[in-house]
Nanobody, 121 residues
Framework: QVQLVESGGGLVQPGGSLRLSCAAS????????MGWYRQAPGKQRELVAS???????NYTDSVKGRFTISRDNAKNTVYLQMGSLKPEDTAMYYC???????????????WGQGTQVTVSS
């Protein structure tokens, strides 16, 4: 089995910073992309940022210039550095990985359990 284990969420004041981490473990042949999604109460889950194995990054417009995604391929770990946080960033943040467990299998999507980020004074 594959597990995605997130850490780093919490309560932070507006304008503050947080760093999320997500490590993928288990039998993994290759990882195509890793990223972060978020879901606020009453809203749909949305992509926050993603990074491919080649280093291409994608951000949703609302976090551009404030969040930075990075990846350690050797550790199968993805990070999300969040700065200038706003109350509207409050959500459950989910780690996502599109990976292949074995060379003979197609890539599949895997999700972490989520880590809560709350931005409030």
């Amino acid at each position: 089995q594959v597990q995605l284990v997130e850490s780093g969420g919490g309560l932070v004041q507006p304008g503050g910073s947080l760093r999320l981490s997500c490590a993928a473990s288990g039998r993994i042949f290759s990882i195509d992309a890793m990223g972060w999604y978020r879901q606020a109460p009453g809203k749909q889950r949305e992509l926050v940022a993603s990074v491919t194995s080649g280093g291409s990054r994608n951000y949703t417009d609302s976090v551009k210039g404030r969040f930075t995604i990075s990846r350690d391929n050797a550790k199968n770990t993805v990070y999300l550095q969040m700065g200038s946080l706003k109350p509207e960033d409050t959500a459950m943040y989910y780690c996502h990985a599109r990976l292949r467990r074995f060379i003979v299998l197609p890539s599949q999507d895997y999700w972490g359990q989520g880590t809560q980020v709350t931005v409030s004074s």
